[in-house]
């Protein structure tokens, strides 16, 4: 995953400093790092709009986080609850301006991104479903499929539902038994800040980031690509080692062999379709390599192109032209006599290949 880059990539991290920040206010009230959540929370919205999902996890442990203060006594209260909700409009101010150049650009060209996103909310019923209760049953084979078998034990679909039937169980397994613990935390208007909180608190995070994430992706009616889980990408390592380190510490001899033969077959699954191991596909030399090509044949004449791909498109060439000050013409339908010329390269990327027709 890190042999190219492009937007999604700075997903992971900002979605996880969203989540730490949230944690941070609800745990610790340090109402701070709603100015990070507000800041991070924008890159994640910059990266893909998939981002969206995390506002149900950030809404909910912010109303817990206010909640929680409320209950407090009023000469206690009234002095957080300004710190809450200054730092909660400085957080979403900040939000605000930072998203303001796709507003402003949004603004200026006719709203076509804000109008996009209605229609792939509101209209197009064969890429979303509007009712959310649709994505229940979905949910498991999601998180078995495509969330652990791709993300997380490296593309290996039959080892992926092994990995996917142990999380579930250990989950349950340690929400049963530590189910006193969790309702008298989440109870306790000032929990301690020893570690056996800090554990549960981050377990209730993690597993809640999970869930809304699952439930938002179960809405999707179309294929679901790797960067797609960009704003969950981190959860599952977390809760993976935070159930790891509770079955090594509680579970004596056995827990040890399971975490650490668990541990090495991760490692090896991973290492066997590590991205390192291909080699790099080369796109930037490719493309001035093509532009050059494609200036030489053309004689100096206009012309005009075209791109078969499956993941790349005109733009890539298209900046080495005009870079270069080429006669490369683009096509307007609307103005086809003007901009249809003599000359039209085609750029095969997939084979075989049949531009005619």
């Known amino acids: 995953y890190s042999r190219s880059s492009w937007n999604p990539d700075i997903m992971p991290f900002f979605s996880l400093l969203s989540i730490y920040s949230i944690w941070k206010v609800w745990v610790k009230s ?29 809404g909910l442990f912010w109303m817990l986080s206010f909640l929680k203060i409320y209950h407090l006594p009023s000469t206690i209260y009234q002095p957080l609850k300004r710190n809450f909700i200054k730092y909660s409009l400085l957080g979403f101010t900040s939000f605000l301006i930072l998203m303001s150049p796709l507003v402003i650009f949004d603004a200026r060209h006719g709203w076509r ?8 909310f509101t209209e197009r019923q064969t890429t979303v479903s ?15 499929d495509d969330y652990i078998s791709r993300i997380f034990v490296g593309t290996n679909l039959f080892w992926g539902k092994f990995a996917a039937l ?9 929400t049963l038994i530590n189910k006193s613990k969790i309702i008298e935390f989440l109870k306790s208007e000032k929990p301690k800040e020893n570690q056996s909180n800090i ?6 995070i993690v597993v809640v980031w999970i869930l809304f994430g699952l439930l938002g992706m179960g809405l999707y009616k179309q294929h679901v690509y ?12 977390l809760l993976w080692g ?3 380190q509770w079955v090594y510490t509680n579970f004596e001899n056995d827990g040890k062999i399971l975490v650490v033969t668990s ?6 699954f991973n290492l066997i379709k590590n991205p390192l191991r291909y080699g790099a596909n080369h796109q930037l030399k490719r493309a001035v390599e093509v532009a050059e090509r494609i200036k030489n044949e053309s004689g100096g004449n206009r012309f005009n192109l075209a791109v078969i791909a499956e993941r790349n498109y005109e733009g890539a060439y298209q900046y080495f032209f005009e870079k270069e000050g080429d006669n490369f013409v683009m096509i307007d339908p609307q103005k086809a006599d003007k901009t249809i010329v003599s000359q039209l390269f085609v750029v095969c990327e997939d084979f075989p290949c049949q531009p005619i027709n």
Do not use: C
């Open 113 to 120: 991104n804000f109008s996009a996103i209605k229609i792939f």
């Open 130 to 144: 509007a009712r959310p209760w649709t994505s229940i049953p979905k949910i498991w084979p999601i998180f078995r």
């Open 263 to 268: 541990f090495i077959l991760l490692t090896v």
């Open 30 to 58: 340090e109402f701070k790092w709603l100015l990070v959540l507000g800041i991070s929370f924008a890159f994640v919205l910059q990266s893909h709009y998939l981002g969206l999902l995390l506002v149900p996890t950030m």
């Open 242 to 244: 935070g159930l790891s």
């Open 199 to 204: 554990f549960v608190s981050g377990f209730l």
């Open 226 to 237: 790797d960067h797609y889980f960009g704003f969950i990408f981190p959860a599952i390592f």
């Open 166 to 174: 142990a999380a579930a169980i250990v989950t349950f397994l340690y």
